[in-house]
């Protein structure tokens, strides 16, 4: 994700990449360990200041401030980007800043901390692994203030500490999808399924956001699998799975239960609709050559969620019972 930042000295806005949604959360064991952190800054270096900054599309936001209690910052502050702020500069040069006194300076007398008397700053930039920009940590001061080399060493050891707790938080979080994911399909597997079922659930709780479950088995695949072995049996569900997904549209999700069971997920609760598009899903695997070979098909069962449904498994009750009611039809 990209956003424009103003580098207040050139006059200039450029683009950079900052967090996506698609990164982790930071957990509260990492905020406290943070916190420790920008607080012990702002007693060594005894500033009035000290502030872990996040970037945000549109904001340069507080997301941590020293507990002194001369910090004029308050806990939920922001400030829009291109307003030529001192973090702007600091991810815009993607290097440190240092400001002894921007009443000195022409270019930064104007800029918006010192309506809040910080007229000196020393900050650098916060990256995650792959180079996007999370925000800064700053220490900002209502004097002139050099900054002694050994307090910016002091700095940059805390910006690395907290660079390493963003690199060891997204791998561990890219390790857990990847345990969310099929290994045989490339698709979600049932712990992915279950998170985001349960998300939908808690929606639908909240907000009454309804959505559909349906439950899909293929028809005879024991006899397949027995006839044609197994590796033909996995041949044939990495084919319906990849078939399957390029069908869906977002947010529709597409996941493996198990064995040769699957369940799509759905925000339409319009059954006709639904049913259009499993039969069209149909269409799209009848003239697959591979699966049409061994003449691939499925049954379902749908369960839109309701207020009879207390919980995510009396949803999956439902469409399980719709499911062997569609397969006994087709049996007999």
């Known amino acids: ?123 650098l930039p916060i990256k995650w692994n792959d180079g996007s920009f999370f925000g800064t940590i700053c220490t900002l001061d209502n004097k002139t203030n050099q900054f002694r080399d050994k307090y910016k060493e002091l700095l940059l050891h805390f910006k690395d500490i907290i660079e390493q707790d963003l690199t060891a938080l997204e791998n561990t979080s890219n390790l857990e999808e990847e345990n969310k994911i099929d290994e045989l399909t490339q698709i979600l597997n049932r712990r992915g399924f279950n998170d985001i079922i349960k998300k939908y659930f808690k929606e639908y709780n909240e907000s009454n956001e309804l959505f559909s479950l349906i439950m899909i088995d293929l028809d005879h695949f024991k006899y397949i699998n027995d006839h044609y072995g197994h590796v033909t049996g996995d041949r044939l569900l990495v084919e319906l799975s990849k078939t399957v997904s390029k069908e869906l549209t977002n947010p529709d999700i597409f996941s493996r239960f198990g064995g040769d069971e699957f369940v799509y997920l759905t925000k339409s609760f319009d059954i006709p609709v639904i049913v259009k598009a499993l039969n069209r899903i149909k269409e799209i695997i009848y003239i697959n050559p591979l699966l049409k070979k061994y003449g691939i098909d499925f049954s379902y069962g749908i369960a839109v969620v309701n207020e009879k449904h207390r919980s995510v498994e009396s949803l999956i009750e439902e469409a399980d019972r719709k499911l062997y009611l569609n397969k006994e039809t087709k049996q007999n």
């Open 1 to 123: 994700m990209k956003t424009k930042v103003l580098l207040r000295e050139e006059n200039i806005k450029i683009d950079v990449l900052i967090t996506n949604e698609f990164k982790p959360e930071i957990p509260l064991i990492i905020r406290e360990r943070w916190q420790k952190v920008i607080s012990l800054v702002a007693d060594i270096l005894e500033v009035p200041a000290g502030l872990i900054m996040k970037i945000t599309p549109t904001h340069m936001e507080v997301f941590l401030k020293s507990q002194n209690k001369d910090n004029p910052y308050p806990e939920d502050g922001m400030d829009n980007l291109l307003h030529g702020l001192y973090c702007e500069t600091v991810i815009g040069r993607d290097e440190a800043l240092h400001v002894d006194n921007s009443l000195q300076y022409d270019a930064w007398k104007t800029n918006p901390d010192v309506e809040l008397n910080m007229i000196s700053y020393y900050g």
